[in-house]
């Protein structure tokens, strides 16, 4: 027999919330990995190959296309299906699970973004970076927490989760509305009706992912030819696959959502997001200087990271609480808030995306970019790491005149 408050979905709920800290926070670290692997050899005597093969053409795309159009779509998927089951079926379910990370997550878009243009005001062409210091690296974050163990409360990694659902989706909102290029209307009209079949899918209770699958492909492949960044394919894919169970099944993680999550997650986990890291990481640093280091983009983007994703989490995290809008994570110091602010400065994986997107075909400022996204980035996790380590927890005291 189940014991009392311990029914079978709140332990599948934790199993599966166990399962998505475990996979990010691990492949958090091979990220960490790979990324130093990619600046050793972009600063080694094979540099020259390595960027040669970024660039090969292959079927009509080159190498880094390949990646960052074709493989980051899977990576959007499965985003895609994190955003859908979260605010269906988890943590974002209802709105008072969603008001504190939804608000930390508008203050961690907006601060970022006000920072770098007022830092690259004097330089227009470096505007359309403003997105690129507004994202947060959930894998490289989780990763950190993971070395951090048992010090950090497991209300904090649901709500540095949950924020960075939220910021996803606010990333997917900012690509589909600001870096879109030219359009053309038989190809969007071709995606629309691909979207349209996927739709039908879903409608008529269609639960084997193949169809899926193949349509999306499809889909995929209009999505590069509209004008449409492809990587929204993925999350226009994931938003029709059913979360309900099959038929004749009884249990939720037997959907088709949660049947393609699980397979997708190792996958994105241990090789999309490390090959795509390697592909993206690699910057040369010779001739590099004080003054190229303090240039307004990679200055704009580091501070964005490092200043304006933790007062923005924080600093709005504190004003819901404060006013009441929402509860302090449970068993967590505000101290400890304060340092999972700072790991919301890790921007790694979608900032690079981002960047890519603003500066296509610029190597110079792709390169200042990654710079900027390294150093906010690695700031962000030492001192986020620092301040959690050193942080004193809640008090039993604390908790019960808070709970009053």
Not at 11 to 19: A, C, F, G, T, W
Not at 209 to 217: E, K, R, S, T
Request: with cysteine; proline share 5%; hydrophobic share 55%.
């Amino acid at each position: 027999m189940d014991r009392p408050g311990h029914s079978p979905k709140s332990q599948r709920r934790v199993s599966l919330m166990r399962r998505f800290f475990d996979s990010e926070a691990s492949g958090g670290m091979i990220l960490m990995g790979v990324t130093v692997v990619a600046l050793v050899i972009a600063n080694s005597p094979v540099a020259g190959t390595y960027f040669a093969v970024l660039k090969t053409y292959v079927l009509g795309l080159s190498v880094l296309h390949w990646i960052n159009d074709a493989l980051m779509a899977v990576f959007f998927l499965l985003v895609g299906l994190e955003i859908k089951r979260e605010m269906l079926d988890g943590q974002l379910s209802t709105w008072p699970r969603r008001i504190l990370p939804g608000i930390a997550a508008v203050g961690g878009m907006v601060v970022p973004a006000l920072i770098y243009l007022a830092i690259t005001w004097n330089e227009p062409r470096l505007h359309s970076g403003w997105a690129i210091p507004t994202a947060t690296d959930i894998a490289f974050a989780l990763g950190v927490l993971a070395v951090l163990g048992s010090r950090v409360p497991t209300s904090l990694k649901i709500f540095l989760t949950a924020l960075a659902i939220l910021d996803d989706l606010g990333a997917i909102i900012i690509i589909a509305f600001f870096y879109t290029g030219d359009l053309s209307l038989p190809m969007l009209g071709a995606a629309a009706l691909c979207l349209v079949v996927l739709i039908a899918f879903n409608r008529f209770h269609v639960t084997a992912l193949l169809p899926y699958l193949v349509v999306g492909a499809v889909l995929w492949f209009f999505v590069l030819k509209s004008g449409i960044h492809a990587t929204l394919a993925g999350v226009a894919l994931a938003l029709t696959i059913p979360l309900q169970a099959l038929p004749k099944k009884t249990r939720a993680e037997d959907s088709s959502l949660h049947r393609l999550e699980h397979a997708l997650q190792p996958w994105v986990a241990y090789a999309i997001i490390p090959i795509f890291g390697f592909a993206n990481a690699g910057v040369p640093l010779s001739g590099l200087s004080f003054d190229s280091l303090s240039s307004p983009l990679p200055l704009g983007i580091a501070l964005g990271l490092f200043v304006g994703k933790q007062l923005g989490v924080f600093v709005f995290s504190e004003l819901a609480i404060r006013l009441n809008f929402a509860d302090m994570p449970a068993g967590a110091s505000r101290a400890q808030c304060y340092g999972v602010a700072l790991l919301c400065g890790i921007g790694f994986t979608m900032s690079l995306f981002i960047g890519a997107l603003a500066f296509p075909g610029q190597e110079d400022l792709m390169n200042a970019t990654k710079i900027g996204v390294l150093m906010g980035s690695a700031l962000s996790a030492l001192a986020g790491y620092l301040v959690l380590s050193l942080a004193p927890r809640e008090q039993p005291h604390a908790r019960a005149a808070r709970s009053m």
